[in-house]
């Protein structure tokens, strides 16, 4: 029985020569080898974001100026005269431009006809009858805009130049002594740059509103008690159905032609 107690201890004594603390010790080359550093993460690949697609640049319109609350100076209001002047807007209309000229020409007097420019590119030939038959020109704008005014001067200068050119082309050196502003919405700048391409800014005294096509009768009583010495009568040839101001023709250009005579401004 005494022999186990002696085998254990014996066993143990050779444990502890051969295995120190009872845990194992590095090997001296391994502690003086750096530690292994552990493997950086790689860093997440962005895919690379595709090329925005660039946004084609409108240039901003300018602004307008305010609209005109007064008529600048400068404008033709009257013929100077007695005759009253008869002047026909937004033509040249083939319905009824050559109708007008008609009438004009069985009355034997003269009108001021106020092109848009559009429609003389369109109609050349009429722009020809109306200055072969003796009758006045005026520049009403390329395409009849009501705030051309209060646009840029550039802007303003160019349409009116353009308009200009139309004229020329349907009928070489024919003479536009007159611009009309769409809607008379004249402005000092508009008054200025006509009168730099040699224009005088022509309005009216008399309107007898027959763009809202009132009754022939209507029309020319409103012209009848409108117009004095002088006057200048705004009506239309172009921009729509103009048979109410065809049928008041021939009544109130005996009328103005008996009590003032019809004649352009000059």
């Known amino acids: 029985m005494r022999a186990r107690p002696v085998l254990a201890a014996a066993l143990g004594l050779v444990l502890l020569l051969a295995g120190g603390c009872g845990e194992p010790q590095p090997d001296p080359q391994q502690a003086a080898a750096p530690a292994p550093t552990a493997a950086a993460s790689p860093s997440p690949v962005t895919a690379p974001s595709p090329a925005a697609t660039p946004r084609p640049t409108t240039k901003p319109k300018p602004r307008l100026r305010p609209k ?35 009438q004009l020409r069985a009355a034997r007097v003269k009108a001021t006809f106020c092109l848009v420019g559009t429609e003389v590119s369109k109609h050349p030939e009429l722009v020809v009858r109306i200055v072969r038959e003796g009758h006045q020109l005026c520049n009403h704008s390329w395409r009849h805009d009501f705030d051309l005014g209060r646009r840029p001067v550039a802007e303003i200068r160019a349409d009116l130049a353009r308009t200009d050119r139309a004229i020329q082309a349907a009928v070489p050196g024919a003479k536009v002594p ?14 200025a740059v006509a009168r730099q391409l040699g224009m005088r800014s022509l309005h009216w005294s008399v309107d007898p509103q027959d763009w809202a096509k009132p009754t022939a009768a209507t029309l020319a009583k409103r012209v009848h008690g409108a117009a004095r010495p002088g006057a200048i009568v705004l009506m239309h040839d172009g921009g729509g159905d103009r048979s109410r101001t065809l049928a008041a023709c021939p009544h109130l250009i005996t009328d103005l032609k008996r009590r003032f005579g019809v004649a352009p401004p000059r």
Request: no cysteine; glycine share 10%; aromatic share 10%.
């Open 178 to 191: 007159f611009y009309r502003q769409p809607g008379g919405r004249w402005t000092p700048e508009v008054v």
């Open 68 to 102: 005109p609350t007064t008529l600048p100076a400068g404008l033709r209001r009257a013929t100077g005269v007695r005759a009253v002047a008869l002047t026909f807007d937004d033509g040249p209309d083939p319905a009824w431009t050559p109708k007008v000229l008609d």
